[in-house]
C-alpha cells in the first residue's frame, strides 16, 4: 500500500470562520481511501492561517522533511494554489518531491501524466498566482477608496469606547459611543495629561480599580494604555493606512518560542503621517488634549524617568556638540566625595569597537546644572518675554497651515455630501429612485454630515480666545514672581520640570556651551541693574569663571545677561551662548 502524507492551507481568517480547511482534509481523506492510499493520522498537516506567497509553513516544512527522509511515496493536495500561490514555487516543490521518489497528487486537477495534463497543471498555477495579485490590488484600491469617500467599513473593528455597528440595508456602517468605555478613555487621558501620571501608572490603577477591558476578562496592559494614547480616533479622526507590511526584519522573542515559523512572513511599520487617511467619526477628546498627550509621549520618549539614584536638574538633555550623541552622567570618587559628570558616550572605546569617535572631555554635573539654572531664572525676569511668546503661539494656532488644511477638507467633504444628499432627493422627486433606496442611502450620509460637523467644531473650539490667553499671561506672572522668590530652595525634581519646559537641548563643545530655548530669546534682553549686555552669540571679555572641568573656584556671573556670558579660566574658557528655539 503506498503511504502519502495530507497537506492542506488556508490563508484568511474568513476562510478559517467557515471551516474551509476541515472540508479540504475530509475531502483528501476520502479520495485517499478510494484510491487506496494510507494516511496515518500524524501525517496530515494543516496550515491554518498562512500564506500561500510563501514558502515558511510548518505543516509544508514537515512534509518536506518526511519526503527527504523517504517515508512517503506521494503528497496529497486539493489544489495545485493551496500548495503555493505562486507558480515558481509550485513547480520548485514539485520537482523537490520528484527528485526524492514522491508523486505530487492533486484533487482538483487532472490525474493522468500525459504532457497536455502538465501543461494544464502549470495553467493553473499561473492562473492562482495572478489571481491572488489581482485580489490583493483590487482590495487595496477599493478600500482606500471607500476611506476617501469616508466610510467607516474600511476599519473594520472599533477602538475601545466604540462599538463598531455592521452595515445594513437602511445604513452604512459607523461607530457607536459606549459611554461607559467613553469615560475611561477620558480618565486615562486625564491621568497622563493633567495629572502627569505615567503609562505604567495609569495600568496599575486601572487594575487596581477593576476597571473592565473589552474583552472583560484580561488585565489592563501597558501596551493597551499606550495604543489608546496614540489613536487618533479619539480626537473625531479615525486614520485609515496607518501601517504598511514589509518583509519581516527580525525574529522576535515569541516567534524565536515558536522555532522561529511565523503565520506571516511580514510586519507592520507605521507609514508618514501625511499618506494616512482621516474618516470622520464621533469624538471622545478634544483636539487640544490628544495634542498634550501626543507631545507628552514624545517628550517621555527623551526623557522618561530612568532607575537615576540622584536625579539632575538638566538629565536627559546634555549632547555633545561635536559628535551627536547623548552625554550620559558618570561619576568618580575622590577622597572627600563622589563627583559626577557629563561624558560623551562618544568617548567610550568600548562602545564603538575599541576606538574613540569624540575627544570631547567630561563636563561637571553640579556646576553645569547651576548654570543652566540660573540663565533659566535671569530668562524669565523680563515680563513682555512671556507675553510676546503667548501672542506669537496664539498667532501661530490661529494661522498654522495643518490646521487650515484640515477645515479646508473637512468643509469640500461636507459641501460633497451635502451635495450628494440633494442629489438623492431631486431623483426621488423625480421618480429616478424608490423609496426604498433612498431610505438605504441617506442615513450613511446623514451620519457622516453630522461627523464632519462635530470634528469642523472641535477644530473652532481648538483656538482659544485671548482672553484665556491674557489670564494665563497673569498666571504666569505671579508664577515667575513665586519663582523668583524660591529659586533657590526649590528641589532638583522641580527644577528638572522648569528646565525641560524651558530647554530643548544643551550642546557642551571644548569651548562652548549652547543652551537652546523654546522661547525666542531678544537680541539684547534689559538687566535688572540697566547695564548694557552684549547680543546673543558674542563673548564677555572680562567676568567671572565657570570652571567646569578643572579647579575649584565656582562664582556666579549675576552683571552678565542671559543672552550671553563667558566660562573659563585661564587656562580653560567656555564660552555658553542662549540660543533661541
Known amino acids: 500500500m503506498t503511504v502519502a502524507a495530507i497537506y492542506t492551507r488556508v490563508s484568511s481568517d474568513k476562510q478559517r470562520e467557515k471551516n474551509t480547511i476541515a472540508s479540504q482534509t475530509t475531502a483528501l481523506i476520502d479520495f485517499a481511501r478510494s484510491r487506496g492510499y494510507h494516511v496515518p493520522d500524524a501525517w496530515i498537516f494543516e496550515d491554518d492561517g498562512y500564506s500561500g506567497a510563501t514558502l515558511i509553513r510548518p505543516g509544508l516544512e514537515r512534509v518536506r522533511d518526511l519526503a527527504a527522509e523517504g517515508q512517503i511515496q506521494a503528497v496529497l493536495v486539493h489544489a495545485p494554489d493551496r500548495l503555493s500561490r505562486t507558480y515558481a514555487y509550485q513547480v520548485l516543490l514539485i520537482e523537490e518531491f520528484a527528485r526524492h521518489g514522491v508523486e505530487t497528487i492533486f484533487l482538483k486537477a487532472p490525474q493522468t501524466p500525459t504532457a497536455e495534463d502538465q501543461l494544464l497543471v502549470q495553467f493553473q498555477g499561473m492562473i492562482a498566482e495572478y489571481e491572488r495579485a489581482q485580489i490583493l490590488e483590487r482590495s487595496r484600491r477599493g478600500k482606500r477608496h471607500r476611506a476617501h469617500q469616508g466610510q467607516v467599513s474600511v476599519l473594520s473593528g472599533a477602538p475601545y469606547g466604540y462599538r463598531y455597528v455592521r452595515r445594513s440595508d437602511d445604513a452604512a456602517a459607523y461607530y457607536e459611543v459606549i459611554e461607559a468605555e467613553a469615560d475611561v478613555v477620558r480618565m486615562v487621558y486625564n491621568n497622563y495629561v493633567s495629572q502627569g501620571l505615567s503609562i505604567g501608572a495609569i495600568t496599575r490603577r486601572l487594575n487596581e480599580q477593576g476597571v473592565p477591558t473589552r474583552k472583560q476578562t484580561s488585565r489592563w496592559e501597558r501596551s493597551t494604555v499606550w495604543a489608546m494614547l496614540r489613536n487618533p480616533a479619539y480626537k473625531g479622526t479615525a486614520c485609515f493606512g496607518k501601517t504598511q507590511s514589509q518583509s519581516r526584519q527580525r525574529i522576535t522573542r515569541p516567534l524565536r518560542q515558536r522555532g522561529g515559523v511565523s503565520a506571516r512572513d511580514s ?204 489670564r494665563l499671561a497673569e498666571t504666569l506672572s505671579s508664577f515667575l514672581t513665586r519663582l523668583r522668590a524660591s529659586a533657590d530652595t526649590l528641589d532638583v525634581q522641580e527644577r528638572q520640570r522648569i528646565v525641560r519646559l524651558l530647554v530643548r537641548e544643551i550642546l557642551v563643545d571644548e569651548d562652548t556651551i549652547v543652551i537652546r530655548h523654546a522661547i525666542p530669546v531678544p537680541s539684547a534682553p534689559p538687566t535688572d541693574r540697566g547695564s548694557s549686555s552684549p547680543p546673543s552669540g558674542t563673548e564677555t571679555p572680562a567676568g567671572p569663571s565657570y570652571l567646569l572641568r578643572t579647579g575649584r573656584r565656582f562664582a556666579a556671573a549675576e552683571q552678565h545677561s542671559p543672552a550671553a556670558f563667558r566660562l573659563g579660566d585661564a587656562t580653560q574658557g567656555l564660552q555658553a551662548h542662549a540660543i533661541c528655539g
Open 267 to 470: 510586519a507592520h511599520h507605521e507609514k508618514p503621517r501625511g499618506e494616512w487617511i482621516e474618516i470622520a467619526v464621533p469624538a471622545l477628546i478634544d483636539d487640544d488634549v490628544f495634542a498634550r498627550a501626543a507631545e507628552t509621549l514624545a517628550q517621555n520618549k527623551i526623557h522618561a524617568a530612568r532607575p537615576t539614584i540622584a536625579p539632575s536638574t538638566v538629565q536627559g538633555l546634555v549632547s555633545c556638540r561635536k559628535c551627536g550623541y547623548a552625554m550620559s552622567r558618570t561619576s568618580t570618587r575622590s577622597s572627600a566625595r563622589t563627583i559626577h559628570y557629563y561624558r560623551c558616550i562618544g568617548s567610550d572605546a568600548w562602545r564603538h569597537l575599541g576606538s574613540q569617535v569624540c575627544q570631547n572631555r567630561p563636563v561637571r554635573q553640579d556646576l553645569l546644572d547651576h548654570l543652566v539654572w540660573t540663565e533659566i531664572v535671569r530668562l524669565l525676569e523680563d515680563p513682555r518675554l512671556i507675553q510676546d511668546e503667548l501672542d506669537r503661539r496664539l498667532a501661530a494656532a490661529r494661522t498654522a497651515d495643518p490646521m487650515q488644511q484640515r477645515e479646508k477638507a473637512l468643509q469640500r467633504d461636507l459641501t460633497r455630501i451635502r451635495k450628494s444628499m440633494d442629489r438623492l432627493l431631486t431623483a426621488y422627486q423625480e421618480d429616478l429612485l424608490s423609496i426604498d433606496e433612498l431610505r438605504r442611502r441617506m442615513p450613511d450620509l446623514r451620519h457622516r454630515e453630522q461627523a464632519m460637523q462635530t470634528a469642523l467644531q472641535s477644530l473652532v473650539e481648538q483656538v482659544n480666545d485671548r482672553a484665556i490667553y491674557l
